[in-house]
């Protein structure tokens, strides 16, 4: 049974009805998939209607708050994307999900993400704990990096940072560490959230976005921490074991380099 606040829970309910309506479009991808002009065309569509219901919502909840989708200089109000994944989604892939967080004096202090494909909804509040479909969650108790699995996440821009990301894979990959990628940040956050998987490791994103990876890592009991390597930060986050193994075996390897 869950913890979180009443408007937590406002929420929750009215974003699962509002996401709902997007699994038959969802179905109807796989027909367009020929048409690469037509599913761009769908999915832009299915988007701006999501939005709108959503918004509605959110500004119900919280009339005396602004909607945003991305960074900016407000220190309060929610933070909004609808399809965490837009290439996944549009490629009937049901790896993403719908993201929403609250922002309040500058600080992230509750999230919900819900995916309608699959029926997950998480969520997350600063002091509460994390719970998905109503149960608590907590990161892996993994500790042998040999039954450890990392995830990765990079952006499409070829950036030192995400070359530095790329060379990490391969490290982990001479040591046998299975490492796995799915196009969707959340999605993986969520993994490691669960304990499904024990490692994410990522690049350059909007800082609401990693301030929202934080909330959801600290209040599963994992670890959020930086590698600095060739002057670029490199985002970590894990289980209280691995995260801390892997980092000081990167850390050493650049080191020698």
């Known amino acids: 049974m869950s913890f979180y606040s009443p408007l937590l829970n406002a929420l929750n309910k009215s974003v699962r009805v509002s996401g709902k309506k997007i699994i038959r479009d969802f179905g109807e991808i796989e027909k367009l998939q020929s048409s690469l002009k037509?599913?761009?065309?769908?999915?832009?569509?299915?988007k701006l209607n999501l939005n709108k219901d959503i918004t509605q919502i959110l500004k119900k909840l919280r009339p005396d708050l602004t909607v945003e989708s991305k960074n900016v200089n407000i220190k309060d109000c929610w933070i909004l994307n609808i399809l965490d994944s837009t290439t996944n989604f549009s490629r009937g892939i049901d790896n993403f999900f719908i993201s929403i967080s609250l922002k309040e004096n500058g600080k992230i202090n509750l999230c919900a993400l819900y995916n309608p494909i699959k029926d997950e909804n998480l969520c997350f509040q600063s002091g509460s704990g994390g719970y998905k479909n109503d149960y608590r969650i907590r990161v892996s108790e993994t500790k042998r990096l040999n039954n450890s699995i990392s995830s990765f996440f990079a952006t499409k821009t070829e950036t030192d940072a995400n070359i530095i990301?790329?060379?990490?894979?391969?490290?982990?990959?001479?040591?046998?560490?299975?490492?796995?990628?799915?196009?969707?940040?959340?999605?993986?956050?969520?993994?490691?959230?669960?304990?499904?998987?024990?490692?994410?490791?990522?690049?350059?994103?909007?800082?609401?976005?990693?301030?929202?990876?934080?909330?959801?890592?600290?209040?599963?009991?994992?670890?959020?921490?930086?590698?600095?390597?060739?002057?670029?930060?490199?985002?970590?986050?894990?289980?209280?074991?691995?995260?801390?193994?892997?980092?000081?075996?990167?850390?050493?390897?650049?080191?020698?380099?």
């Open 38 to 46: 037509e599913t761009t065309k769908f999915v832009s569509i299915v």
């Open 165 to 257: 990301l790329g060379k990490i894979r391969q490290i982990m990959n001479k040591k046998n560490i299975e490492t796995r990628e799915s196009g969707s940040i959340m999605h993986e956050i969520s993994l490691v959230a669960c304990g499904k998987t024990d490692c994410l490791f990522f690049t350059e994103l909007d800082e609401d976005i990693i301030n929202q990876i934080s909330l959801i890592i600290s209040e599963t009991g994992g670890i959020f921490d930086q590698l600095e390597l060739k002057k670029k930060i490199i985002y970590m986050a894990s289980n209280k074991y691995i995260g801390k193994i892997i980092k000081e075996m990167i850390e050493n390897k650049y080191e020698d380099q």
